[in-house]
């Protein structure tokens, strides 16, 4: 049974910093992609940032240069390493495995970011 889940988020305040964690169980966790995704009140849920299996990593506009997602294969966790962090990314954040079709996702965590 495929499980994720995700810890530390939280409130903290403009220019703070925070760090996601997500722990899958029930998967080849090396074999799949791992991203972060979230999703403010109102808004459409957003691809915030990627880790393929080859480690190659991928982050949206909004969050390069402030966000490090990174993965540990030993631990079958992936992180979300936010610093700078805005109001404006406040959001719930999900964790999603992916390989080709075959999708998960975490029930989220709440960070909130105070100005």
């Known amino acids: 049974q495929v499980q994720l889940a995700e810890s530390g988020g939280g409130l903290v305040q403009a220019g703070g910093s925070l760090r996601l964690s997500c722990a899958a169980s029930g998967i080849i966790f090396s074999l799949n992609t791992m991203s972060w995704y979230r999703q403010a009140p109102g808004k459409q849920r957003e691809l915030v940032a990627t880790?393929?299996?080859?480690?190659?990593?991928y982050y949206a506009v909004a969050v390069r240069g402030r966000f490090t997602i990174s993965r540990d294969n030993a631990k079958n966790t992936v992180y979300l390493q936010m610093n700078s962090l805005k109001p404006e990314d406040t959001a719930v954040y999900y964790c999603k495995r992916s390989v080709g079709f075959d999708v998960y996702w975490g029930q989220g965590t709440q960070v909130t970011v105070s100005s």
């Open positions: 880790s393929s299996s080859d480690s190659s990593t």
